[in-house]
């Protein structure tokens, strides 16, 4: 019996040996892993959506190779809706290799803003969901997640429609001046088309115009819309403004003038 | 019989320092490899809190039951407290390691480190220990009972 209990012994202090000399080198090489994400390049792909790319590097000087690297960020509003969804799988990062790829996640804008119109003329935050998997040293599964707060900019803020000012254009119209102003506060420029259309009291429609708008990203703007309308129908109107771009539709906005 | 005394207390004396010494040995070993995993450990003491004291708890305990099973060597109470020691890492490697699953957080970063399978082995590791005592136990009582039978 004393030989089988020997061996039990050399073998038993031989794995321990290996398993805590494998679980120290791989807890000592995790701090030799390094991971990054850069600033994000944003385009516009099809159906108005936004692709933010973001240039992920990731170094593996470590004693060990990684396997499944899957890095996973969500963009949530205030309400906790999913609005963006980015997804990367690595699987498989040898030691002493550097990974260099590109993170993409989608966010529909126009999903976004129809369902929060008041992120078109607020100011607001949106929550990020970073989540990192991986197999440390091949089978060690680690998963690490945090998330942060993203300030959203939004497109229309401090929207005003000044107070519509008539000039005699000839005997029977007058020229009607709309001023308006907004700031772009989001990080994307848009363009599209503001329509305005002007109401006598009783809703009948006196005139309207349309105008272009480019709005650049993070700048305000300003605009003005000229139209034409009967004379004498100013006393007492209302207007309606309808704002329409690649990315949403705001209105229509009543503001009603005169007492 | 007056001869044979003084050799007898000699050599009991002798068994005993050399057991000391040997004991004495055993637990600088320890203590060295503890030093040098706690250096190399310290990168990620800092991202598992109390990894430190985790280890170092389990060192004293650990020390503790080899030192009390080493001066009872030659008895069958050292395969016992052999036991103990095995059943003893089982249970603190089950409690400080969370099942196999140690969640952590650091401010909003959440991070869970799965050790399943080192839980697993060592438990395994631990087993195969606890059952080489008991056939250690078994061994000495059948030892002393040929010796008794002759």
Known sequence: ?259 | MEAKEPINAKQKIRKNIFRLLKTTIKVIIVIMVYVLLSQLLAPASVLIPGLQDIVATFLMIYVALMVVGDLFSGTILQHFFSGAKSLFVIAYLVFSLNSGLLDYTFGNVNLIIDVRVFLEVAMLLELLGFAKSMMQAVNFVSEKVELTAV
């Not at chain 1, 944003?42 to 499944?68: A, C, K, Q």
């Not at chain 1, 305000?220 to 949403?248: C, D, K, M, Q, W």
């Not at chain 1, 229509?252 to 007492?259: A, D």
């Open chain 1, 1 to 259: 019996m004393i030989v089988p209990i020997r061996i039990i012994g050399i073998v038993g202090a031989i794995c321990w040996i290996i398993l805590i000399a494998f679980s120290v080198s791989a807890i000592y090489s995790m701090k030799d892993i390094q991971f990054s994400l850069g600033q994000p390049q944003i385009r516009i792909i099809e159906n108005s959506e936004l692709l933010f790319s973001f240039p992920l590097s990731l170094t593996n000087t470590g004693f060990y190779d990684l396997r499944h690297f899957n890095l996973s960020t969500g963009v949530t509003n205030k309400d906790g809706t999913e609005v963006a969804r980015g997804f990367t799988l690595i699987p498989f990062i040898a030691q002493g290799e550097t990974i260099n790829a590109t993170h993409d996640m989608k966010l529909n804008a126009t999903a976004l803003l129809d369902s929060n119109q008041d992120l078109l003329l607020n100011d607001s935050e949106l929550r990020v969901n970073e989540t990192v998997i991986m197999n440390a040293a091949e089978v060690v599964p680690i998963q690490a997640s945090s998330y942060l707060s993203v300030p959203w900019g939004a497109p229309l803020y401090n929207l005003m429609v000044s107070t519509p000012e008539a000039l005699v254009y000839n005997a029977t119209h007058l020229l009607t001046s709309i001023k308006f102003s907004f700031e772009n506060h989001a990080f994307f420029g848009f363009t599209g088309s503001l329509r305005i259309r002007m109401y006598s009291d009783p809703e009948v429609p006196i005139g309207g115009g349309q105008t272009t708008i480019e709005a650049s990203p993070r700048s305000p703007y300003f605009g003005n819309l000229e139209i034409y309308t009967a004379s004498s129908t100013l006393s007492r109107v209302h207007i309606e403004v309808l704002l329409t771009t690649r990315f949403f539709k705001y209105g229509p906005l009543e503001i009603f003038y005169g007492s």
